[in-house]
DNA sequence: GGAGAGGCCTTTTTT
DNA sequence: AGGCCTCTCC
């Protein structure tokens, strides 16, 4: 008996196709990490492929990682040559490499979203540009999607058609790309477009990975951007020996430039692929995945199928509405409790699901208040908390003094007394002799004006020449110490006698650990490579599935994962779909948020709970939300729930009670009326009519005055469109916006 | 040059 | 509600 033989038939039909493209369409819990492991086995040791020339490209480490470990349990020896990496770390090892061949220096920095921030914020103010009007972040976005197209800031240009915010965008784009470049710099985006930029400039470097790649897999292939796609195509384009894995039903990350048409149209990009869809599910309930597919068939433009398991029936979808999210957050918290108390699930098999991090609040203080054991996934990175960015860009600059960034971060930190004055003194000079920022730090003698702050920088050079002396000597952790102890870090922190100052001590010492980690795990650690590592990290990375937690994270960051009891907190239209994609022109958004809803539904093996609240607090302002339209797509018979509990209930909902009630709230067309409080709209089963029409005048209360263009009863609310004189022209619901007739 | 106060904006999701 | 930025005063 082979191991192959307990693959399912169309499973092991993937494992043997070796030879040219292969799609394979897996959906949800199909097994795919099983078919690609199985896969890499099948080619080391039935096919003779030498390991070397296997490439299997993940999203994040952690599928990275676990893929690894998977293909080392079975092939045992030579796996380890494998190339398992995630894109970008794939694109950094290149590199690193070789980016000298298109005019950056190899020891180049990664730029994480700080940075990029305070590069542009540079720009911005350089040239003169009303954040008002254009603000930082959308030229970010702007750029990154560009990047994401491939597209190059003299490509941008071209691009523009005269039209002035984009003639802007262009400026802005060129600025920052000769900043980054030199500040020897590279941002997230970047680490994939340069990347391709080299393989399709020197062919003789493509050739050798070409050569190298020989049989390239990829994983979760419908979150591919262009950038991506064109990376992939060219390593496999001499042997074409390309397998994709992916599902266009849960591809959930549009916003990041990922196109669903890279897996939509792989059989034309490659017209004689071979196309194998896993369908049968080894994880959830019939019941559970009836509900998924229910949900995911309102979605046009998607491959046509239909999940089954041999699992039948199961516990219905639980579902509840409660009257405030605090409520909400309460029974999830409970409901955790009572289960593991009755010993039907640990505290590790439960998950809590939710569209914002900012829902993470509420629950986070109920898991507390219960002393239950929980981990929360996203929201603030580890690394981009300020105690450890500080430490990092010490080791950067001891690294490498070519990030000046890096090095005006720290080099007032502990306070020097070097401030905003010296260091534009500083950055002045090394603007003239076109040198960097450091360098220009070594020759205070020379910079004019610079006064009392020349000793002071001098100091700070020299502890930085210090610790960069001792780093072959001492490593990195016993560098990182010492370099604490001199600046003092951690005793200024000591002195404060706070909360927060002790959990940042606390994040220190981990950091430290982290660096022991690597030390003892790397072959040939070296600063640099631990740099690369820490910049590339994702927050799911950190999720370990031995410890008996409770995980609370976004939809996004629980694909991949499964659990056997989930909790969907926050059914709500408004959030979830987001009110941005409802009031969005483009219907497809409302279809990806819809994949989401997939996305999380699936990632039940056991059982799952919906849960949503009538009102909420969303940035400082009370909502009041209808259940979600996702809700409504699941079928009746497949959902046992209640729709109210509490002690009493206002006056304006008594009618709605029960589980007859539930149902009429949930299917019924009135509901939303129904559950407005009666005070604020008056006859709470009309629908209320704005105080103004097309053509008046209007004050909104963020976005100023505006001229109404357009205004459609849509169903329960009055859509409004509205010109703004300088927010530009929205689109919203009369009930949120809130507006007055001037 | 640094600390403190007040105003403003944000969030949808992230490698 | 909270974080960040800017302004002001020492």
């Not at 003299?154 to 691009?159: A, G, L, N, Q």
């Not at 384009?237 to 897996?263: P, T």
């Not at 002071?456 to 001492?474: M, S």
Request: charge should be negative; include cysteine.
């Amino acid at each position: 008996m082979s191991k192959y033989d307990m693959l399912n038939p169309e499973q092991r039909e993937a494992v043997f196709y070796t030879e040219g493209p292969l799609l394979i369409l897996a959906g949800a819990g199909s097994g795919k990490t099983r078919v690609l492991t199985h896969r890499a086995a099948y080619l080391i040791e039935e096919k003779g492929v030498n390991p070397y020339h296997i490439l299997a490209i993940t999203f994040t480490n952690k599928a990275a990682g676990e893929m690894r470990e998977r293909i080392d349990d079975m092939v045992g020896f030579g796996a380890e040559s494998i190339w398992v990496s995630t894109f970008h770390s794939c694109c950094v090892r290149i590199l690193r490499r070789y980016i000298d061949r298109i005019g950056y220096d190899n020891n180049f920095s990664i730029y994480d979203a700080d940075d990029q921030k305070h590069v542009m914020k540079e720009i911005v103010k350089r040239l003169n540009i009303n954040t008002k009007m254009y603000k930082e972040r959308a030229f970010l976005n702007a750029i990154s999607s560009a990047k994401d197209e491939l597209i190059g800031p003299e490509e941008y240009k071209s691009r523009t058609g005269g039209d002035l915010p984009k003639e802007q965008t262009a400026r802005v784009y060129r600025e920052y790309q000769e900043v980054l470049r030199k500040n020897n710099a590279l941002d997230f985006d970047d680490l994939i477009f340069k990347c391709v930029e080299l393989l399709q400039k020197d062919p003789q470097v493509l050739e050798s990975y070409q050569e190298r790649f020989q049989y390239i897999m990829v994983d979760e292939y419908q979150d591919t951007n262009t950038a991506q796609f064109q990376l992939i195509r060219l390593l496999a384009g001499k042997y074409r020996n390309l397998c994709v894995v992916g599902d266009d039903d849960q591809s959930i990350y549009r916003f990041r430039g990922a196109n669903i048409q890279n897996i939509l149209s792989f059989e034309e990009q490659y017209p004689d692929a071979k196309v194998i869809k896993l369908e049968q599910n080894y994880r959830s309930t019939q019941n559970i995945l009836d509900a998924a597919n229910a949900v995911i068939k309102n979605n046009r433009g998607r491959k046509d199928k239909a999940l089954w398991t041999e699992e039948q029936g199961g516990e219905k979808v639980h579902f509840q509405q409660f009257e405030t999210a605090y409520e909400e957050a309460d029974f999830i918290a409970g409901d955790v409790a009572r289960l593991e108390r009755k010993g039907i699930f640990d505290y590790g098999e439960s998950a809590v699901l939710y569209r914002t991090n900012a829902q993470s609040r509420l629950l986070e203080e109920k898991f507390v208040s219960r002393n239950i054991p929980y981990r929360i996934i996203g929201g603030v990175n580890f690394y981009s908390r300020k105690e450890i960015k500080d430490i990092l860009a010490y080791l950067k600059t001891i690294d490498n003094g070519s990030d000046d960034l890096a090095v005006k971060r720290i080099i007032n930190i502990p306070k020097r007394g070097i401030g905003a004055t010296s260091i534009n003194r500083v950055q002045t000079y090394a603007d003239e002799q076109g040198i960097s920022f450091f360098e220009a730090c070594r020759m205070t003698e020379q910079i004019p004006k610079i006064g009392k702050a020349a000793g002071k920088i001098q100091g700070f050079v020299n502890l930085i020449r210090v610790l960069r002396a001792e780093i072959p000597e001492l490593g990195i952790q016993r560098v990182t110490e010492k370099l604490l102890e001199e600046t003092g870090y951690v005793e200024d922190l000591k002195a404060e006698h706070d909360e927060e100052a002790d959990a940042r001590i606390e994040n220190i010492d981990e950091l430290i650990s982290k660096i022991a980690d690597y030390e003892d795990t790397a072959e040939e650690p070296t600063l640099g490579e631990f740099l690369d590592e820490v910049s590339l990290v994702a927050d799911i990375d950190s999720l370990e599935d031995d410890k008996n937690y409770v995980t609370l994270m976004t939809l996004h960051s629980a694909k991949g994962l499964e659990f056997p009891n989930v909790y969907m907190a926050g059914m709500e239209d408004g959030l979830f779909p987001s009110y941005m994609t409802i009031t969005a022109d483009d219907p497809t958004e409302l279809e990806e948020e819809r994949r989401l809803c997939y996305v999380g539904i699936t990632r039940a093996k056991k059982r799952l709970t919906m849960t949503a609240a009538r009102t909420r607090m969303q940035r400082g302002e009370m909502q009041y939300n209808r259940t979600s339209r996702f809700l409504k797509e699941v079928p009746e018979e497949l959902l046992e729930g209640q729709l109210v509990k509490q002690k009493e209930r206002p006056i304006y909902q008594q009618a709605n009670t029960g589980y007859a009630a539930a149902r009429k709230a949930l299917h019924g067309k009135d509901s939303y009326a129904a559950m407005r409080p009666r005070k604020e709209f008056g006859n709470a089963s009309e629908i209320p009519k704005p105080a103004y029409q097309v053509g008046d005048r209007v004050r909104h209360r963020k976005f100023g005055d505006g001229t109404v263009t357009a205004m459609t009863a849509g169903g329960r609310d009055y859509e409004v469109t509205v010109d703004f004189d300088t927010a530009g022209t929205k689109k919203m619901f009369a009930l949120f916006a809130k507006m007055v007739k001037l």
